[in-house]
């Protein structure tokens, strides 16, 4: 995919805030002569004063089917409002795209940003943009699960050719309460080159839901403004809401406004029962958390299991087992391969397919 070229694009105008979008101070106009263009560069999206952080998740629903989610629903304190920016080209009176920004600082104590890209559903230039700015940030979520999913996929992959795709993976959204359309863009043909991991969520109304999404996806809690805690992540991955009431949460520990390790992470899990650290290497336990005996029950299996992968085979991502009571689970770090997330789930309570996402995430954010 050509970089994003953002000598295309002009005149950074500030404009009237419309009067329906409260919370916004300026809304701001790029312009440009392509016919076809990419995306601009992302750090033009953000104020000047406002510089965007290191880490930045771009979200886009390209098909309109998750209204709940929304940057406007984010608690956002009165010194980081949400910054809305329009892309037309010259002389036309259309918008292309338009794009919702909460700045730096605005998701989670360490420098999360978004941006919510919006475009018109089967627009082939949005398409265009909406992917080449994903392509620029660190993280990417595509919200889909619509009954256009095959024409979304086929044309994602006439535009991204395997050897071009230098974005992150995508994460590909899909509605929990109708599991066929998950299932669907698992089996999808997606360009070599562009790995999707699907994420089953249930839509929810709540106005945090969109801080809920951001915080499965970041690892972290998108901070207040006014000091309230923000709501746990229960419009739930792969569960019901009945169901996450009913499991016994017996680690799940949020710390507002402070990054989340990986163990406290990885027992965000509905119905976790203990996660340990272990170095594969010279067997030590390095952290955990829960009842001893259980701790010591889950890293002896954890470590005959992984050692009887034999040696000189395909590198594994993860091992899963049950026991009469449990599931267990075996990730080995991103970064660091020798040392393992292993985690302990209540089999009446608890819930696999979020389980696997909540260590996915965990693993990331260990050291």
Do not use: Y
Not at 34 to 43: G, I, K, M, Y
Not at 96 to 111: K, W
């Amino acid at each position: 995919m050509p970089a994003s070229t953002s000598s295309s694009w002009t005149g950074l105008n500030s404009i009237q805030p419309d009067d329906d979008l409260p919370g916004f101070t300026v809304t701001r106009e790029l312009r440009t002569r392509s016919a076809t263009p990419n995306a601009p560069r992302l750090d033009t999206l953000f104020a000047r004063d406002n510089a965007p952080p290191a880490q930045v998740l771009v979200v886009w629903d390209p098909g309109h089917h998750w209204p709940q989610f929304s940057l406007t629903h984010l608690a956002l304190p009165p010194t980081q409002p949400l910054q809305r920016v329009l892309l037309r080209q010259e002389n036309a009176s259309e918008v292309m795209a338009e794009f919702f920004v909460a700045g730096s600082g605005a998701i989670g104590p360490s420098g999360w940003a978004c941006v919510q890209v919006v475009t018109q559903p089967g627009d082939p230039l949005g398409l265009r943009i909406g992917l080449s700015l994903m392509e620029q940030a660190p993280r990417a979520v595509l919200l889909a699960g619509g009954p256009a999913d095959k024409d979304l996929v086929r044309r994602i992959g006439e535009f991204v050719r395997s050897s071009q795709w230098e974005g992150p993976p995508l994460i590909v959204v899909a509605p929990a309460d109708k599991p066929s359309r998950a299932e669907r863009l698992r089996k999808a043909t997606w360009p070599r080159g562009l790995r999707a991991h699907v994420l089953e969520l249930f839509p929810h109304p709540a106005p945090d839901w969109s801080a809920d999404l951001l915080r499965l996806v970041c690892g972290e809690a998108p901070s207040p403004a006014d000091g309230r805690h923000t709501a746990a992540a229960v419009p739930v991955v792969g569960t019901s809401p009945q169901t996450t009431s009913a499991a016994p949460q017996l680690l799940a520990s949020l710390r507002q406004r402070q990054p989340l390790c990986a163990l406290d992470l990885a027992c965000e899990a509905p119905g976790a029962l203990a996660c340990a650290l272990w170095d594969s290497h010279d067997g030590k336990l390095l952290d955990s958390r829960g009842e001893p005996e259980r701790i010591n029950e889950l890293s002896g299996q954890g470590s005959r299991f992984w050692s009887a992968r034999g040696e000189g085979q395909e590198p594994v991502e993860a091992l899963c087992w049950s026991t009469g009571k449990q599931h267990l689970l075996c990730m080995p770090l991103l970064h660091n391969p020798d040392r393992l997330l292993l985690l302990s789930i209540d089999r009446e309570f608890g819930d696999l397919s979020q389980a696997r996402w909540q260590l996915a995430v965990a693993r990331q954010h260990a050291g």
